[in-house]
């Protein structure tokens, strides 16, 4: 079965970084979206970033240009890589993949940022 699997979450401080990846399983990796979606506590999931599978990345307004999403065919791995993170950065980050839309989920990794 598909199964998506983040890592890389913590606790950090205003103006830090952080590197989540995922890695997918039960999947043929390289001609899947692969995507990142955020939770904040009592608000609806948002979209953060995804990727095509040619490695096209597209990003959410709020975190253009502090924010990179990259993909590792050869691993089955995503990656995002987060910059300048704020307290309002804070959410239940979650992996995404897809063909026609996203229809897989990881558990997601808890991205806490202090001020």
């Known amino acids: 079965q598909v199964q998506l699997v983040e890592s890389g979450g913590g606790l950090v401080q205003a103006g830090g970084s952080l590197n989540l990846s995922c890695v997918a399983s039960?999947?043929?990796?390289?001609?899947?979206?692969m995507g990142w979606y955020r939770q904040a506590p009592g608000k609806e999931r948002e979209f953060v970033a995804d990727?095509?599978?040619?490695?096209?990345?597209n990003y959410a307004d709020s975190v253009k240009g502090r924010f990179t999403i990259d993909r590792d065919n050869a691993k089955n791995t995503v990656y995002l890589q987060m910059n300048s993170l704020k307290p309002e950065d804070t959410a239940v980050y979650y992996c995404?993949?897809?063909?026609?839309?996203?229809?897989?989920w990881g558990q997601g990794t808890q991205v806490t940022v202090s001020s």
């Open positions: 995404t993949a897809g063909r026609y839309g996203f229809d897989h």
């Open positions: 039960g999947i043929s990796f390289s001609i899947y979206a």
């Open positions: 990727i095509t599978s040619g490695g096209r990345p």
